[in-house]
């Protein structure tokens, strides 16, 4: 074995690691969050709320201030990196995130704000730089993470930041009884892990990488799923609001091998559905009943938006080691070594499946099962291609060569 390769496998483990760990540290912080001493003391209604924050912290930034905008609230989520930021105000509540409270745009970003709007810093950390700078500390309670990749903090934001929302607003809301539900939902998808993560693998698996696709609401689930793609497998990742995806991503789907990741429960589902079968792409949808989707899952919990926005991409992060790896000409699976290590749960080796031929093909359906199961697990639902179905004149027309200039997506 080669020490590329090692060191790529003895981070796979880690991560693995850290994935498994996810049920225990969220039970952690169904006790530890309501016990925050801080998040009483936060004032109700500031007349502006700052979110700053990074990759994985500035996704669920942007998530969080749209629902406090839903409330009423002046609230805005600006890059840490941006040169120009709302200015600092007596008045202004700032909630600094980076889950190891090192990230220098953050910081930098804090001293724009620093003495002079109240600053809270949102950390795995309390000992961090970042703590160390901010009038106040809201642990994030996820544990280390021994392979550097923003897992279980990105989960533990989410729910954190929930908490925050509920008392900036008033809502009443049971925080140890959501994190519960969480934990639920994320030890139903590794319960379901054999019978899904092949299917969904060989379906992602294209040459062209993965196109995630997610509601506004939820749009941190898209765009931290392009990230473990791009992170983990070193793939290329994008990652879109379902409605938005007509308008900036469609256009690849005519020319790429392209593996769609749709998380359902956007009202435009139904039109990005519509282009991708169209044009021959593979789509794994979660979370919900998609026609013409080659994969389905569900799990437990997946029509709560609270509980899916905090569990989804839990199919993404353990789906990233078994995408393909090439280099140098060779191709490394590793869905097997992910299925047969990662706990008792897991399955014998398989070989994966082909991905589905692309355009056009035969669908027929099966249930999956998994091992020593009598019968079909409800809800979860895999697709297979096998064989291919003569064009129309239509669908002709539909794949036919660009003309010199093409005024559709």
């Known amino acids: 074995m080669t020490a590329d390769r090692w060191a790529t496998e003895s981070r796979a483990r880690a991560f693995q690691a850290d994935l498994d760990a996810k049920p225990e540290a969220l039970a952690r ?27 994985s912290s500035g996704y669920v930034a942007g998530i969080a201030a749209g629902r406090l905008r839903a409330a009423g609230l002046d609230a805005v989520s600006e890059l840490a990196s941006a040169a120009v930021g709302t200015p600092a105000a007596r008045d202004t509540l700032v ?17 724009r704000h620093r003495g002079r709007s109240r600053v809270v810093a949102v950390t795995n950390t309390p000992a961090s730089p970042l703590a160390q700078v901010c009038d106040a500390v809201i642990e994030l309670h996820a544990g280390p993470e021994v392979s550097g990749v923003a897992c279980r903090t990105f989960q533990h934001t989410l729910l954190t930041l929930r908490a925050i929302e509920a008392q900036l607003t008033g809502l009443r809301l049971d925080v140890a009884e959501l994190c519960s539900r969480v934990a639920a939902a994320t030890a139903d998808l590794f319960a379901l892990r054999p019978a899904w993560l092949p299917e969904v693998a060989a379906a992602l698996d294209g040459r062209d990488g993965v196109h995630a696709l997610a509601p506004a609401e939820r749009l941190s689930s898209a765009l931290q799923s392009a990230l473990m793609v791009r992170e983990g497998p070193r793939r290329p990742g994008t990652g879109s609001e379902t409605g938005e995806w007509a308008h900036v991503d ?9 593996r769609a990741l749709l998380y359902a429960g956007s009202r435009w589902d139904a039109q990005a559905m519509e282009w991708l079968t169209l044009r021959g792409s593979t789509v794994v949808a979660v979370g ?26 839990l199919m993404a992060e353990l789906g990233r080691g078994t995408l393909v790896g090439r280099s140098r000409g060779t191709v490394a699976r590793w869905t097997a070594d992910v299925l047969r290590t990662s706990n008792s749960l897991c399955g014998p080796r ?5 991905p589905p031929p692309r355009r056009h093909a035969a669908m027929s359906e099966r249930p999956c099962h998994l091992p020593g199961d009598h019968g079909a697990r409800p809800g979860l639902r895999a697709v297979t291609a096998h064989g291919r179905m003569p064009l129309t004149a239509s669908q002709r027309g539909a794949v036919a060569p660009l003309p010199a200039v093409d005024p559709s997506p």
């Open 29 to 55: 912080l169904a006790v530890e969050l309501p016990r925050d001493s801080v998040i009483p003391t936060l004032p109700l209604a500031p007349r502006r709320i700052v979110l700053l924050g990074m990759g």
């Open 95 to 111: 909630l600094a995130i980076s889950a190891t409270g090192g990230s220098i745009e953050t910081l930098a970003a804090v001293e």
């Open 250 to 258: 469609v256009y690849l789907a005519r020319t790429l091998d392209y």
């Open 288 to 313: 919900g009943d998609v026609p013409g989707a080659a994969v389905a899952l569900r799990y437990a919990g997946d029509d709560d938006p609270d509980v899916a926005v905090a569990t989804e991409t």
């Open 350 to 354: 398989r070989h994966l499946p082909s």
